[in-house]
């Protein structure tokens, strides 16, 4: 389940909330029962273990998805 970031302007306090996608932009009450928070932009890390080349990274250039397709 997804993990949406929000900052409370009561108080300041920054949690954090799990739900589903389809209630990402619902509001969320802080912990200190707050109801004025805001939902923040979050970055994604994704990392793997490397599949067949044992980790080393994938070639350049190619596009999104390195070369295979031709896109």
């Not at 619902?26 to 029962?33: D, K, L």
């Not at 044992?54 to 070639?59: D, F, L, R, S, Y």
Request: glycine content about 20%; proline content about 8%.
């Amino acid at each position: 389940m997804p993990r949406y970031d929000f900052r409370c302007r009561a108080c300041g306090a920054t949690f954090e909330v799990n739900r589903p996608m389809v209630q990402a932009g619902e509001p969320a009450a802080c912990p200190q029962g707050h109801l004025d928070t805001v939902k923040l932009l979050s970055t994604v890390a994704v990392t793997g273990r490397g599949g067949a080349s044992g980790g080393a990274p994938a070639p350049a250039g190619g596009g999104c998805c390195g070369g295979a397709c031709g896109c």
